[in-house]
């Protein structure tokens, strides 16, 4: 009998193969959570660009933010 190599799997491929598999399982048990907004100035209203309140000291005060801002968190429970 003749042994090729295209008539067996590699075992590298084989373990690739269940690595996949295990990871593609696991990536369910991914939960997300994030939060976004864009200030005022992110806005326009009849073709003018809206602008800050500038209050100063309370720079992250509802409504006085002028920048874009994001957070993303990514969690898997062991």
């Not at 042994?3 to 939960?31: E, G, I, K, Q």
Request: glycine share 10%; proline share 4%.
């Amino acid at each position: 009998m003749q042994d090729t190599r295209a008539s067996r799997p590699a075992p590298r491929l084989v373990a690739v193969a269940a690595f996949a598999l295990c990871a593609a399982n696991a990536a369910h048990a991914v939960d997300w959570t994030g939060y976004m907004r864009g200030g005022p100035a992110a806005t326009s209203v009849s073709g003018k660009s809206r602008q800050c309140y500038g209050i100063g000291e309370f720079k992250y005060r509802l409504g006085n933010e002028c920048d874009f801002y994001g957070e993303f968190q990514l969690a898997q429970a062991m």
